[in-house]
Every structure is written in C-alpha cells, then in structure tokens.
C-alpha cells in the first residue's frame, strides 16, 4: 500500500550515513544525542558530523532489527543498478554486479598509470583499442611457451590476458633476488579466487611446474608478494632455466 511504501522510504532514509551516504547495516553505531553513523566512516570520526558529540560505544539495536527486514538498493545504483535485496544478499551481489565499475587492469602498470574506469562487459574493449600492445596473443587459455629476454635484475614483463571471458594481467618481476609471476583479475578478490594458474619454465632436459590461484589487481602487489600468493623463486633457481643471452622460455596457463 501507499503508506506501507512511505514507511519503507522514510526508514530507508533514517538508515542512511550521514557520512557517505550508503545504507547502513548492523552494526550502527551513535553519538552521544542518538546520532547514527555506518561501521565503516565510525573509526574515520572523533566527534558526530550532524552535532559535534562524541561518539559512545553504543549501537542502534533497534534501527539494526529494523534493518533485518528491509530491501537495500545496490551500491552501484549509480552506475545502473536497480536490484534491491534483503541484507544478507545484498554483499554477496556486489561482488559480481555487472554494473559494479572496474578500473583498467594495466592502472597500477608504472609506465600506463591508466585512469579508465567502466563496466566489467567494457573492460576488454578499452584494452583492445588502448592498450593493444600490452595484449598477450595467447587468448585460447593453452598453455603456449613465451621467451622473456634480459631477465635480470628489475626486470619486469606485463601482459593482459583474456580468458573465460575475464581479464587478468599477467605481471613477471625480478626484484631483491627473487622470481615473481602473478596473475591478477580485475575485478574483486573474491571472484579472483576461483581461478588457479600454472608457470612452467623449462631447459636442457629440465623443467619446473608451479601453480597458484589468482590474485585481484584491487590488492597491493606488494602484500601478494609478501604473502607468497604468487609463483616465486629464487632467481638462481631461473638462472638454472635460462640460455646464455638471459632467455627464458616458460609456459602460462590457467
């Protein structure tokens, strides 16, 4: 009923962060005059945006029941979402919301620093037409043997790879004696988990086979690195796989 639906508005608003406006859910924390604010802008504050109080260890408990029984809009409503879902969905489908905006996964690439962010269905597109020479010519998933020359000290190799209908960039870096090969998809880790990889490089009569699963290109390359979610090795390791002229030959797949 009319009513009914001005009801679900007005608490649609009350649940509304005054802060970054997004829709609160539990926990809701409040200032010392009953002020709420979301769980993410709490620990960013000192004092309430709306009365200058501070803020109490106290929550909502009541805002937080109603907030059970309510439909959240997308936070990607912006961009064209129109789905409104009970909380306990609403997390799960910002992960995979076709409208949810993604930045181009050669962004954090040193000499690109691309600023282009769009739609997940936009992403290969923008590659092809920017960034064309970044493109790894192995689209089919097969693993095909690629030759990385002067792997020495600081080098560094990047490729974009189209698999699955996914875009992934495919990093290789030597840097403080060690190997890094990582594959990162863009778009949210938890998407990014379901997908593993496999590097072999190979030589005379040898040859190494590692596995990993994917990284996000929203994670700090720096943290994968520590973390050892990424192929690595020792760089005298690789030496054992490389020619004379600093070649190595070495297989991807996923």
Same mark, same amino acid.
């Given at each position: 009923t009319f009513l009914q639906m001005r009801m679900k508005?007005?608490?649609?608003?009350?649940?509304?962060?005054?802060?970054?406006?997004?829709?609160?859910?539990?926990?809701?924390?409040?200032?010392?005059?009953?002020? %709420?604010?979301?769980?993410?802008?709490?620990?960013?504050?000192?004092?309430?945006?709306?009365?200058?109080?501070?803020?109490?260890?106290?929550? %909502?408990?009541?805002?937080?029941?109603?907030?059970?029984?309510?439909?959240?809009?997308?936070?990607?409503?912006?961009?064209?979402c129109v789905e409104l879902l009970p909380m306990e969905q609403i997390t799960s489908h910002k992960v995979t919301c076709p409208h949810r905006p993604h930045s181009c996964p050669l962004a954090k690439v040193p000499k690109v620093v691309c600023p282009w962010e769009g739609p997940p269905s936009e992403v290969q597109n923008h590659v092809l037409q920017a960034h064309e020479n970044y493109v790894d010519e192995n689209t089919t998933g097969v693993p095909k043997p690629t030759q990385l020359s002067n792997v020495i000290d600081n080098f560094k190799d990047y490729k974009v790879v189209f698999n699955k209908d996914k875009v992934f960039l495919r990093q290789i870096e030597v840097k403080d004696d060690n190997f890094y090969c990582v594959v990162m998809l863009t778009g949210p880790k938890e998407l990014a988990e379901e997908f593993t990889y496999e590097v072999k490089m190979s030589g005379e009569n040898k040859a190494v086979t590692v596995s990993n699963v994917a990284c996000s290109n929203e994670e700090n390359l720096d943290d994968i690195y520590e973390s050892g979610r990424c192929v690595s090795l020792n760089y005298k390791v690789i030496k054992n796989f490389m020619n004379d002229q600093n070649e190595l030959n070495l297989q991807i797949g996923f």
């Open positions: 508005n007005d608490l649609m608003r009350e649940l509304e962060c005054p802060v970054c406006h997004d829709s609160m859910v539990p926990p809701i924390f409040i200032c010392e005059k009953s002020h %709420n604010i979301c769980s993410n802008c709490r620990p960013e504050l000192e004092k309430c945006p709306t009365c200058q109080k501070p803020f109490t260890e106290s929550r %909502n408990v009541a805002l937080e029941n109603l907030s059970l029984n309510m439909h959240y809009p997308c936070d990607y409503r912006e961009f064209g």
